[in-house]
């Protein structure tokens, strides 16, 4: 007979637009998942569909206050991540990713069963002067500027994973996952995808900051998705990091076009000043991905869009 032995999974921000989507493809996969979550950034409307589900709990808490579990394999997602709700509390941004990684990592040292991933970001490569990015740039982030709290954060956050494994031979992963879009993004969450198709839908004008030249590059999150299950499966010696994204890189102003084109919305394009820091170009090098994961996206641009459209014509009854 097949054992019925679930493995445990916890996801910290698993209320959050990517931690919702990891807790529902972990319960499809057959594990018991424990969602922790301190609702800034994190929407229970994300998780309110799995809560009848008695392999899913729910624990509201700060990932930075001290919290154990016995898990097997842990999703370290929990932090701020768009840069209006960052930058708003960045002091918390900080805590959330330094003390909750250090949290996390004591889990997996008194655990040494238990895997955990953790959530960097292409972020770490700050403005790139190094175009694609490739896991060995070591990036150009300013360490004073107002993006630095979640850039410097999660680059402090990939260090104690080096450290911890290292010192204690924990088993991590890390993965840096570049723009992820889909289904549940907050409506007022201040990113390009989300802003502009809620202005499109919304017959508002489309608010592009700077010319609209600098780039970045699309995953749909089941792509992105895929990846984190495989990655969690790679050897033990395999810690990373790894870029996680699309490396089709488009403008943003080529955004707002496709957005406006596929709303069929009549809104027009308005400049905004460029926000401090705001990088010109970004697109990962998944070539470690293809290797170690066998895996590169698959969803085009166009299709998750039309699924994101579908999902805030729902959000905002249009
Ligand atoms: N952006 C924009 N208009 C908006 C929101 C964002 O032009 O209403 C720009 C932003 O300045 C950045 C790009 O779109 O250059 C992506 O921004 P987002 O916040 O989605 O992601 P991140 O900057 O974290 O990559």
């Not at 007979?1 to 916890?10: D, E, F, N, Q, V």
């Not at 809620?198 to 895929?226: M, P, W």
Request: charged share 25%.
């Amino acid at each position: 007979m097949p054992s019925m032995i679930r493995r445990r999974a916890l996801v910290t921000g698993g209320a959050g637009f990517i931690g919702s989507h990891v807790c529902e493809r972990l319960l499809k996969e057959n594990y018991e998942v424990i969602c922790l979550d301190n609702f800034y950034s994190g929407n229970k409307e994300n998780i309110r569909h799995l809560l009848q589900n008695t392999h899913f709990e729910v624990v509201r808490q700060d990932i930075a206050d001290p919290y154990f579990a016995e898990v097997d394999v842990i999703y370290n997602f929990a932090c701020a991540a768009s840069p209006i709700h960052y930058q708003k509390h960045p002091i918390q941004t900080l805590r959330a990713s330094v003390s909750g990684a250090i949290n996390m990592l004591e889990i997996v040292r008194h655990r040494p069963e238990t895997i955990m991933l953790q959530a960097s970001t292409s972020e770490v490569y700050g403005d790139p002067k190094v175009h694609p990015q490739r896991e060995d740039y070591l990036g150009n982030v300013n360490s004073l500027g107002p993006r630095a709290c979640y850039d410097e954060g999660k680059r402090c956050a990939e260090t104690l994973c080096y450290d911890y494994h290292r010192q204690y031979d924990v088993q991590v992963k890390i993965a840096r996952i570049f723009n992820t879009y889909g289904p549940r993004m907050l409506p007022h969450d201040g990113r390009a995808v989300s802003n502009f198709i809620v202005q499109a839908l919304k017959g508002e004008d489309i608010t592009i900051y700077g010319d609209g030249s600098q780039t970045r590059s699309f995953c749909f999150h089941t792509d992105t998705i895929n990846a984190f299950l495989k990655l969690v499966e790679t050897p033990a010696d395999f810690i990373g990091p790894i870029n996680i994204g699309n490396p089709h890189e488009i403008t943003i102003g080529e955004l707002a076009e496709s957005i406006i084109r596929l709303t069929g919305s009549k809104s027009k394009l308005i400049k905004m000043p460029l926000p401090q820091d705001d990088p010109t170009r970004r697109c990962p090098d998944i070539t470690l991905a293809k290797k170690q994961l066998q895996w590169e996206p698959k969803v085009p641009l166009e299709e998750g869009l039309k699924e994101t459209i579908a999902y805030f014509k729902l959000v905002l009854g249009s």
